[in-house]
């Protein structure tokens, strides 16, 4: 038994707070694995409170199997909920932790059957005698997970099971869950802000951000379209290169795309996506390059569709099976709001921002709670020409093989495939490749 999940419209609200979900409209397929993806305090969690019925719903209305289900008390929603924690009862067995929500359904019905099937199903027979205090986290985590199991639900809903492990039993796991959901055939909403687990385990991935939904879509989709630059900054790793740009098309001569002290000019004839840019003639863009869109070659080599570009290295990250390699190429790069990670300042803007405090930190916050700009257009802050040299902070990532060997300080050709460029406006939206619903040229 496995069911449908349907949000319209939903939002909630924390007294006079913010609001911590806004709006939010999202359909779950019957024994679809859906994934929450978003940094931490986006709201995924509490979306996935509301779908049990632990948080009452402010605004809008919850479907299940296409009724109505915002008044059904959690226990009557037919749901398993694995926690961040594991929530185990450190006085019962292991194997009483799997049979409880069985001895509730009907406490005179025997539960060993049940419970030592689920063991199978999990690996962990011989330890269900023992206590939680007396396992690993691994195991306690497969310990929740077959109390989860056991009841055999319509829904699993799981709020980042597997945050609390090391990567290597991470990783072990993420492989396990996949291979449990797909052979239960149970519909699954999961939240993480992992996108390694995101991107490995869902049939389709929601981002989220600021209690706003920003994307629903394959895998595969959500990183090779995201819908803003948002979506484009949180998915992939390296993070991808974005860069601040001016569009010139000039009637008469070339269109190009200006970096600031350089320029990439596009292929002619112009293909239908690099046409639509002609009408952001004169105004700020931002550029998204990933990683494996450039490499270290010299023009003579260029294939089709690729630009020339130069950039001095100001450092390599060894990664065993490739390495990483940081250039300036004298572009200025754009900043996205609401990441956990951002680019690194310079020292003249670290020490501009030293005095912003805690006002700027609550307007920032504030602004990642509506469905406004979601990225930031730095202003060029004036720097020392000697000053420059030495804080200018690397402007695009370029993914090499291990054995290559570069010195800091040295200058490099480059080459783009404008085939992979991304192309957003000043408010973060995608406008190249073309979005589906907008139309050609000739309409």
Do not use: W
């Amino acid at each position: 038994m496995t069911r449908a999940i349907a949000l319209h419209n939903v939002s909630k609200r924390y007294g006079r707070a913010p609001r911590a979900v806004d709006n939010f409209s999202l359909g779950v397929r019957p024994g679809e694995f859906l994934v929450l993806l978003g940094p931490s305090g986006c709201g995924k969690s509490t979306v996935l409170r509301m779908i049990a019925g632990l948080e009452d719903i402010t605004e809008g209305e919850l479907l299940l199997d296409g009724e109505y289900a915002n008044d059904i008390p959690p226990r009557e929603r037919d749901m398993a909920m694995v926690f961040q924690n594991f929530a185990l009862y450190p006085s019962m067995t292991n194997r009483e932790n799997i049979g409880f929500p069985l001895k509730l359904e009907n406490p005179r019905a025997d539960r060993n059957p049940r419970v030592e099937a689920t063991a199978r199903m999990l690996g962990i027979e011989d330890i269900l005698d023992r206590f939680p205090a007396q396992l690993s986290g691994g195991e306690r985590q497969r310990v929740a997970m077959g109390r989860a199991i056991s009841r055999r639900p319509s829904v699993f809903l799981m709020d980042e099971p597997l945050s609390n492990l090391d990567a290597k039993l991470r990783n072990h796991l993420r492989a396990e869950i996949a291979r449990l959901t797909a052979e239960l055939g149970v519909t699954t909403v999961y939240v993480t802000h992992d996108q390694a687990e995101a991107m490995s385990l869902g049939d389709r991935v929601a981002v989220m951000r600021g209690g706003v939904l920003q994307q629903v879509s394959s895998p595969r989709d959500t990183y090779a379209l995201p819908a803003n630059v948002f979506v484009a900054a949180f998915i992939g790793t390296p993070r991808i290169n974005l860069l601040q740009a001016v569009v010139h098309a000039p009637l008469d001569g070339r269109m190009s795309i200006d970096l600031g002290r350089q320029r990439l000019p596009l292929p002619e004839p112009l293909s239908p996506d690099h046409q639509l840019l002609r009408i952001q003639q004169g105004r700020q863009i931002i550029v998204g390059l990933r990683s494996e869109a450039a490499r270290i070659a010299p023009p003579s080599q260029a294939r089709p569709g690729e630009v020339a570009l130069t950039g001095i290295v100001e450092h390599m990250e060894y990664q065993g099976h490739e390495a990483l390699v940081h250039f300036n190429t004298g572009s200025r790069p754009a900043v996205v709001a609401d990441l956990e990670s951002p680019r690194p300042q310079t020292a003249v803007r670290r020490r501009r921002n030293a005095g912003a405090g805690v006002l700027t930190r609550l307007k920032d916050r504030a602004m990642a709670q509506v469905a406004g700009p979601v990225a930031v257009l730095d202003d060029p802050v004036p720097e020392p020409a000697h000053e420059s040299r030495i804080t200018a902070p690397s402007d695009l990532v370029v993914r090499t093989g291990p054995d290559l060997r570069l010195r800091a300080g040295a200058q490099v050709p480059l080459l783009v495939d404008l085939a992979h460029l991304y192309v957003f406006d000043h408010q973060g939206r995608r406008i190249c490749p073309a979005p589906m619903d907008v139309p050609g040229l000739d309409a």
